[in-house]
């Protein structure tokens, strides 16, 4: 499958041969676009219809719809500052202006990446670019956890999601940047570049305008982040709908057991740091503390991070981090949480 | 997914966003107050859509192939166009909201509300009154007849009038609900399960949420079947 996408990628990346050369020519996904959409508008009434007529696919509908369009804003407004960066203040910058020493550094990464607004998929490669040969590696990893996790634009998204509920906010904030640096000291002491597998691509010819290198950087991280809320939200519609609701209320009976099962939800789901604030605030029949531990453990591992952690830094790399992460998460989420929340409730 | 048909994606992702925000339609999924963000997002997802491929065209004139990168993952934003053009899932009903009483949160600090509108029997909202008992300090409530609008809910034995309410989206959707006594009642039982009424009544005190009915008629579901908490 893999092999026949690249193909087809490859194809469109000589556009003129595709007309010069039509005994070679593919389908492209351009016509399929069109004409999924065309058969899409054709047979919308009838769509419509069925989905009305049966609630739980109406439910699921109505609730994917809800958290992509409640998390599009907030995409938006991240990929329109992830441009500004990409184009004003580039990974190369960011790495001159950080401290010499190793334990400054590493604060320093986690304060820049509190103050930046981004989406994990787009620290990544900024990561492994402020990564490059190791030398500020742990800071580049305290980046990586703290960018996506901790900054205003998720902040705010938690405020609004938990009305009434300001210690989340606080505490959401306290437990990313905690996890952030202990992960980024622990690779410090334990971390080791020759599982760094991966090398970085060369990097594009630098004529582009800053313009330009905002747009491409917006277009790119809507179209990543977008396509990975696409995920969420479908996974939260099914959830939804499939999970009975009976299992929170089990679960908001034995705290120990919702921590751990909304660490792993956090980790299967795959949400988004913009969109994770909202679905953790649906999921009100669970005590405050597990759906921290949701909030801390989402933006610095799941599903497809791993695999992106895998793709950028090496598979090596990414079945060490996966586990630490997760840990380090869970458990400083759950400290945090009885301190500030209260804990027990 | 080739470059030219992630920027037509990304174009029709911001249409269907700006059409569910002008059509009105994004009130079945969010909250009203989210409209202006969301013309905002649709205007420059669409500006982003535009610019990307006139400037993609003027490099192609000049023999520039661009970007080599290709993701299959963005087939995935063919889905909320998809949805959101084309399939347009209806707004929540009862047995889609999860079905509890909406225990108004503890978090929220009882205080007196402010007083009803004058009148002989001012309308409030079902989550409103709910608010108020829960929270209320000056007793707006006591002895004041009142006109709560909802969809009836049979459950067990007991007649509620209820709504639908959602605090961010529509994944967070609760019921709230309130008991429903008195003489017209035993008419309401007759009614079924999500009909619309417009119930008058007084609030009487006790722990749940109860509403001595004096006066019913059947209505037309509103434009926006969702209520919201106030506060």
Request: with cysteine.
């Amino acid at each position: 499958m893999w092999i026949a996408v690249d193909a087809r990628g490859c194809w469109h990346d000589v556009p003129v041969a595709v007309g010069f050369a039509p005994t070679r020519r593919r389908v492209g996904s351009m016509p399929i676009l069109v004409a999924g959409l065309a058969a899409f508008a054709v047979s919308g009434r009838v769509l419509h219809t069925f989905v009305t007529g049966h609630p739980e696919l109406a439910t699921a509908g109505t609730v994917f719809c809800g958290v992509f369009i409640q998390a599009v804003p907030f995409l938006v407004v991240g990929v329109v500052v992830s441009g500004l960066i990409a184009a004003f203040a580039p990974a190369e910058r960011l790495a001159r202006w950080l401290p010499r020493r190793r334990g400054a550094a590493i604060l320093a990464a986690a304060v820049g990446g509190a103050a930046l607004p981004g989406c994990e998929c787009g620290s990544v490669p900024v990561a492994r670019r402020m990564f490059s040969d190791g030398a500020l590696g742990a800071a580049a990893l305290t980046f990586m956890l703290a960018a996506p996790a901790v900054n205003p634009v998720v902040l705010v998204a938690t405020a609004v999601a938990f009305p009434g509920q300001p210690k989340m906010m606080a505490a959401r904030c306290s437990a990313s940047l905690l996890t952030a640096l202990i992960v980024g000291a622990g690779w410090s002491k334990w971390g080791r570049l020759e599982w760094i597998t991966r090398r970085l691509p060369a990097p594009h010819g630098g004529n582009s305008s800053r313009w330009a290198l905002f747009r491409e950087a917006a277009r790119h991280d809507f179209v990543q982040a977008g396509s990975y809320l696409v995920v969420g939200a479908g996974a939260a519609a099914l959830l939804h709908v499939l999970v009975p609701p009976w299992i929170f209320e089990h679960l908001a009976g034995h705290l120990l057991v919702g921590v751990l099962a909304m660490a792993a939800l956090a980790v299967v789901l795959a949400l988004c740091s913009v969109a994770d604030a909202f679905v953790a605030s649906s999921l009100s029949m669970l005590p405050l503390l597990p759906r921290l531990v949701f909030l801390v453990v989402g933006p610095a591992v799941d599903v497809k991070l791993i695999a992106m952690h895998a793709g950028m830094f090496g598979r090596a790399f990414a079945a060490r981090f996966a586990p630490a992460a997760f840990a380090v998460a869970t458990l400083t989420a759950t400290v945090v949480g009885v301190l500030m929340l209260g804990g027990v409730r | 997914m080739s470059r030219e048909t992630e920027n037509a994606a990304l174009l029709l992702v911001g249409l269907s966003t700006g059409m569910v925000a002008v059509t009105g339609a994004f009130t079945r999924y969010v909250k009203p107050s989210l409209l202006p963000w969301l013309l905002c997002a649709a205007v420059l997802l669409v500006a982003f859509g535009l610019t990307t491929i006139i400037g993609d065209a003027r490099g192609r004139a000049q023999g520039d192939h661009g970007h080599t990168h290709r993701s299959a993952i963005a087939w995935l934003l063919a889905v909320p166009i998809v949805v959101l053009i084309f399939v347009v899932p209806p707004a929540l009903g009862a047995g889609a909201a999860n079905p509890t009483v909406v225990a108004v949160s503890t978090d929220v600090l009882h205080r007196p509300f402010p007083a009803l509108p004058a009148g002989r029997a001012p309308v409030v909202s079902l989550p409103n009154v709910l608010e108020r008992v829960a929270n209320d300090t000056a007793g707006t409530l006591d002895h004041r007849l009142i006109t709560v609008t909802g969809f009836v809910v049979h459950d067990r034995d007991t007649t509620y009038l209820a709504r639908v309410v959602i605090t961010c989206c529509a994944a967070d959707a609760q019921l709230a609900r309130i008991r429903l006594t008195g003489a017209p009642v035993a008419q309401a039982s007759s009614l079924s399960n999500n009909s619309w009424l417009s119930v008058e009544g007084v609030v009487l005190p006790g722990p749940a949420p109860t509403l001595d009915v004096s006066g019913m008629t059947p209505t037309e579901p509103p434009a926006n079947t969702y209520a919201y908490f106030s506060s």
